[in-house]
């Protein structure tokens, strides 16, 4: 079974500069989660889905941060302007159904802003 | 913010040493999860221990909780050079969320 998949593995970019990350979730995985991961520290929580619905986007900084889950399937997440401060890796995870308490990461989109 | 904290920060054994790692938190949970990440790699499920329960196995990991004190252990037994990584414990509250501590690193020496 294919796990989850990011791309791309690795951006760098100027800062003031659009940038966008892609996931695709374990194939059955209704319930779809970024985090964004700062170096030495523990992943947060950005936003996660239930099919095609953000149901929890409380920490998602919506004013230059935004995502999709077109057809309830991949989503993309978005930086616009990015800030020095957004460098970061950033995860996907997937999980069957919310109520499935495992979640499945994948490899992280590590970004850098110069 | 994050709520786990975990203790060591970092830890470094002898290959066929334990290691043991602790977390804390402070509010309630559901379940509480470890998961480990190899150095840029994505984080891996470990095991998981419901609120209800006190200690659980896999393999050479043991899990405990005393949600008395809101505080988790794992320890990892016989460990090996493989095992290099850092452990993170999430706290599970509410449907679907987790919350991360801050991770240990541990370093086992061959």
């Known amino acids: 079974e294919a796990g989850v998949v990011q791309s791309p593995r690795y951006k760098i970019i100027e800062k003031k500069q659009p940038v966008a990350f892609w996931c695709n979730p374990i194939?059955?995985?209704?319930?779809l989660y970024w985090y964004r991961q700062n170096l030495g520290q523990g992943p947060e929580l950005l936003i996660r889905y239930e099919n095609e619905e953000a149901v929890d986007d409380s920490q998602l900084p919506k004013d230059r941060f935004s995502a999709e889950r077109l057809k309830g399937v991949d989503s993309t997440l978005k930086i616009q302007p990015a800030e020095l401060g957004d460098s970061a890796v950033y995860l996907c995870?997937?999980?069957?159904?919310?109520?499935?308490?495992?979640?499945?990461f994948g490899p992280g989109t590590r970004l850098l802003v110069l | 913010s994050q709520q786990g904290e975990e203790d060591p920060q970092a830890l470094s054994i002898q290959e066929g040493e334990n290691a043991t790692m602790n977390c804390s938190y402070k509010t309630s949970i559901n379940n509480l999860q470890w998961y480990r990440q190899n150095s840029g790699r994505g984080l891996v499920h470990l095991i998981l221990i419901r609120s209800n329960e006190r200690e659980k196995h896999s393999g050479r990991l043991r899990v405990t909780l005393d949600t008395s004190k809101k505080s988790s252990s794992l320890l990892i037994t016989a460990s090996r050079a493989a095992d290099t990584a850092s452990y993170f414990c999430?706290?599970?509250?509410?449907?679907?969320?987790?919350?991360f501590g801050q991770g240990t690193i541990l370093t086992v020496h061959p």
């Open positions: 194939s059955g995985h209704n319930t």
């Open positions: 995870a997937s999980s069957q159904v919310v109520s499935q308490e495992t979640q499945y």
């Open positions: 999430a706290r599970s509250t509410s449907y679907g969320k987790l919350t």
